[in-house]
């Protein structure tokens, strides 16, 4: 006899459910392992079939359906067999998905500006006008120079064009300044250097804006690039002068002489009638200035001693014509002797004043005491001096001058700075014995 089973389910076998809830796993969970890492094995690449599986994107962070179905059936299994009901970690599945790395905004990149241009620059020559024709703005020109002496003082002379206006910086070759100079407008400039060696020199727009060109020299005092030797007669009052021109934008020209040390020179005007602002100097064997003059009518002792060194320049490094004169004031050479007229100690003189130029008159007096000095009005000025360059008096004196001694002394006479020649004559009285 035939047994017939019932069709309910509550009377079928309560192992059927957990083989059919492991078929319908093991078919749901077969795209996470294809998709997660295990699939391809590390570092290898993910097979296409596992990419273009199913048709939807999940969200980065997000969990498929197809996973969470796959973690609940196996959490069913595990229940039955009495295991843990906890599901299975998400993050297996979710390695497995390509995400898109995020990407940083890069800042803007700005070019490196370029700085700015110069067109000028290079080896300085002692005694040599450099011409620079275009400085721009913030530019700067470097020059280059070497004294081969300690403590040296650099002439600089910069003219400046077009209304630019220029600063200079010179550093030693160790980093250290020298000197700056700003506000640079057309003048000369010394600069007292330190140890021998090579220096740069700078030049740059004072504002840091402009443009236009400049003219550049340089000179060394202790080892001028010439030096021209005076004659003899330039020390005498009879001299002509040693003439010549300098050039423009020239720093200066360099002369050398020898006198007896104490002698007083008389610096004559080297701008004769032009007016046209030279500037001299003087300095000693030991390269230390004694004297130096924009005007005219100065006097200088050589008070210590040579072989001495004249320079001459333009303040404003123009070009300009020159006549040097350095007639000795102290025992004079050419001056005129005054004729005397009588025996009563009169002597007289007479002359031709040029323009700007001065005169020398000599006596000689029996003894000390008192002088009269008479110039007529066509000369304005007069100085008396004994033969050592000591001065006694001058044209301001009320009554008399006294003479010290007996001996011989030199008078000087001139108009002042006057475009006219004029003819004059001079009377000296000198006291009898």
């Given at each position: ?20 809830a ?5 078919v ?20 296409a ?23 609940a ?12 009901t ?8 979710i ?38 024709g ?23 002379q910069?003219?400046?064009?077009s ?8 550093k030693h ?29 700078t030049?740059?727009t004072t504002?840091?804006s402009?443009?236009g ?22 020390f ?26 104490g ?9 004769l009638?032009d ?10 064997a ?38 040097i ?5 102290s025992?004079?050479?050419?001056c ?9 100690g ?9 323009p ?64 006219k020649?004029?003819?004059y ?9």
């Open positions: 006899m035939r047994t017939t089973l019932s069709a309910c389910p509550g009377n079928r076998s309560s192992r059927g459910f957990p083989r059919l492991l078929a319908a796993a093991a749901l969970t077969v795209p996470a392992f294809l998709v997660g890492p295990s699939a391809a094995g590390p570092g290898a690449t993910t097979p079939a596992a990419v273009t599986g199913s048709s939807t994107t999940t969200p980065t962070g997000a969990v498929s359906s197809t996973s969470a179905a796959a973690g059936a196996g959490a069913d299994t595990r229940a039955t067999a009495g295991g843990d906890s599901p299975p970690p998400v993050q297996s599945a390695a497995g998905l390509t995400t898109e790395q995020t990407r940083t905004r890069s800042a803007t990149v700005s070019p490196a500006q370029r700085p700015p241009r110069s067109f000028c620059g290079g080896a300085l020559t002692f005694g040599t006008v450099n011409n620079c275009l400085i721009i703005g913030q530019a700067e020109d470097t020059w280059t120079f070497t004294t081969t002496a300690d403590s040296d003082v650099l002439y600089v910069v003219v400046e064009m209304g630019v206006s220029l600063s200079i910086r010179v070759q160790e980093g250290w300044t020298a000197c700056e100079i700003s506000a640079y407008h057309e003048y000369l400039e010394q600069c007292r250097l330190g140890p021998a060696g090579a220096y740069t020199l030049v740059r504002s840091g402009g443009n060109g400049y003219t550049l020299s340089i000179e060394s005092r202790r080892t001028p690039s010439t030096c021209e030797q005076l004659p003899a007669d330039a005498s009052w009879a001299s002509a002068g040693v003439g010549g021109t300098l050039p423009a934008g020239l720093a200066t020209r360099c002369f050398t002489f020898d006198q007896p040390t002698s007083k020179l008389f610096i004559a005007e080297p701008h009638r007016l046209t602002y030279l500037h001299a100097e003087i300095t000693d030991r390269h230390q200035e004694l004297c130096q003059t924009h005007y005219a009518d100065f006097d200088c002792t050589l008070s210590s001693a040579g072989p001495y060194r004249f320079f001459i320049d333009h303040i404003d490094g123009k070009a300009a014509t020159y006549n004169r350095l007639p000795r004031i025992q004079p050479v050419g005129s002797a005054l004729s005397p007229t009588d025996g009563l009169a002597a007289v003189g007479q002359g031709r004043l040029e700007n130029r001065r005169a020398c008159h000599s006596f000689t007096s029996a003894t000390a005491g008192q002088a009269e000095i008479l110039v007529d009005q066509q000369v304005y000025r007069w100085k008396l001096y004994d033969n050592a360059g000591g001065y006694i008096c001058d044209q301001s004196s009320v009554e008399y001058c006294v003479l010290p001694a007996a001996g011989s002394y030199p008078l000087l006479v001139w108009s002042g700075n006057d475009y020649a004029r003819d004559q001079v009377t000296v009285t000198t006291p009898t014995a």
